[in-house]
């Protein structure tokens, strides 16, 4: 089938689906297929359309907004996180490993140290809200690089210190960390940060200090908070519920494009 075909035959499909009510299939086994159906010609649909080095739009100083709502998570209370806040991140070192030839694990400082990207732009949140900001940071690809991926990598898992039910709703703490994944296309793009400054200052921990993600080109969740470790996978079938995130494993899509 053609590219030109393709598309309009997708939103043809799309249109029939929401006229269907996703609601009244999404309990059922055959509308789960479905709908999955339906995410992954998305994702196949925006890769068309966008290349794989295509920017988020970035904006200027003046437009970076008076109030930036933390999404998520504020202030994990996990033991290990809320000692190394004690004292600022001394001791804190991110793991990189998994599917890689040298694992390694850094320091904020050596972070910073690296050659960052600074950018200005949008979190669109799923919630409905937006908000423009400033980020800085060195891009994941150099952290990559670093470690060497080896030949069946495919994804990239970012484990993190909160925990989605610190109110006691879990008694499986490692079943509610947050946790996020991508695939090489967008770990490899240019505006793919591990982002230490957020409008010029160091993050604060309702942004994620010490470091966070930054995935310009999806929805706000999947630009993870509290980073602790970065794997690199060939399968994200054995990790949480299997769906590649902490929010995609409750039934959002797990490629959030906008």
Known sequence: MDRRRFLVGGLALGGAAALSG??????AKAGRAALQAGEDATTFVQRLLLTPQKMAREFAESEISAHFKPNGSTDPQDAEYRKLLAENFASYRLKVGGLVEKPFEISVDEIRAMTARTQITRHDCVEGWSAIGKWTGPQL???????????QARYVVFHCFDNMDEGGLSADEDASRYYESLDLVD??????IVAFEMNGKPLEVAHGAPLRLRVERQLGYKSPKYLKVIEVVESLAEIGS?????WPDQGY?????I
């Open 22 to 27: 996703c609601d009244q299939i999404a309990g």
């Open 141 to 151: 690809l150099e952290l990559l690089q670093r470690a060497q991926l080896k030949p």
């Open 187 to 192: 770990a490899y793009h240019p505006q793919t």
């Open 242 to 246: 299997g769906r590649g995130g902490y």
């Open 253 to 257: 899509d797990w490629y959030a494009g």
